[in-house]
């Protein structure tokens, strides 16, 4: 880290953790005076809210802005609220359009109001500008400070043109280029500005493969074009195609790692902003709903196993072996869903590739069952010697890991038709289904072939 470099975040929070515990509060601020303020935001989040309100308000104003863009939403709230409104608007108002925007919607209604008042007129209608946009879309995402330049001019002049500005924005590696209209065109790199002759005129320079991207475009959508293209930065463009702002490198990698975190943490039916530390009673409130789903597909499950009530009675060897089929088809069927949830996401997998995904599964599930039920059956005949019970349970492992496998590829495409995401239901959805056909083909063999 930044500190030292061979420091470990698990080190520095170990050691801030000391501190805490024995109430040194000026000895825990002073260990993240040398911290980048995204170390010290992943640091805040791992700490007690009592001790992070400390930790808090000893923290430098000047610093404390830039700490708050890299803070989970749920900590921002919680740290904003306990701010003066004077201690915000000086916190917040060195940050940059993007930035602050992404803080607004957190900010007490006082202290927005009193933040707006420092911006001057610019600033405000940039501000005004990005917020107009949905938080999740590349219009949320851009910044509006951008150089451009007309495209009758020469090397000289836009040289000339970025010393006077004495300053460019942040992550800037290309100028972009607009007609009297303020209508895109293109882009110049700057390292092309640099390596060619002052007085060559730029038209020829302009580099128009770089497509910008629409103001609409949904967040997931703009990552995916900074990793298909390897973009530091990009324009972005109204319905227009007037030029209106730009989005850099550094708040796609976030997008990044936010739709990671949301991901893996929806699997369990949890929010991926979810404050480790956030009161009892509120992440209990929100657990709880989850756990109310699960059980009532369980019990669904349950009736189903109900069902065959009798069979189970006379055989108590289909008891001691119903998980098996059960967890070989839930296990089968996630392995799809997650590959299939992650093709969507990066929108390698839609609608119109969904016959030959399906059937590939299938035979993978086909293959995967006949392998496993040799090798269940194999076990269970030398466990149980019954032929008969070893057939079943073969059988039905073929059964369900095909319909794991056909489930767990076509549910996630169900579930985004439908505006609901597959992350978030669709485990629990498909651990319904292999569950179900698992228990009925197994109990239902046994009842017919024992």
Known sequence: MSEVENTTFEDCLQRLMISLEASLYEEATTQLANLHSAEIARLLEGVPPKDRTQLWLNIDTGTQGDILKDLSE?????????????????????????DLADIVPNLPESALHNLLLTLDHKHREHLKRVLSYP????GGLMNI??????????????????????????????????????KYIGSVYISTLLTNEAE?????????DLQPIAVNTSEKQVANLFVQRDLISAPVVDEDNELIGRITIDDVVDVIRDEAEQSVMSMAGLDGEEDVFAPVMQSTKRRSIWLGVNLVTVFIAVFFIGLFEATLQEKIALAILMPVVASMGGIAGTQTLILVTRGIATGRVTASNLKVLMSKEVAIGVLNGTIWAVVIG??????????????????????NLIFAAFSGAF??????KFKIDPALAGGVILTT????????AFLGLASLMI
């Open 74 to 98: 749920e900590v921002r709230t919680q740290l904003l609220s306990e701010m003066e409104v004077d201690a915000i608007v000086q916190a917040t108002e060195g940050l940059d359009t993007d």
């Open 135 to 138: 938080e999740d879309s590349a």
């Open 145 to 182: 400070d951008i150089i451009t330049v007309r495209n009758d001019v020469s090397v000289r002049t836009v040289i000339r043109y970025l010393r006077l500005l004495k300053e460019m924005p942040i992550d800037t590696n290309q100028i972009f280029v607009v007609d009297p209209n303020y």
């Open 200 to 208: 060559q005129s730029i038209a020829p320079l302009i580099n128009k």
């Open 378 to 399: 194999v076990a269970t005949y030398l466990w149980f010697t019954d032929l008969l019970l070893s057939a079943v349970i073969a059988l039905a492992i073929i059964v």
């Open 411 to 416: 549910l996630p495409l169900l579930l985004v």
């Open 433 to 440: 289904i292999t569950d179900v056909i698992g228990f009925v």
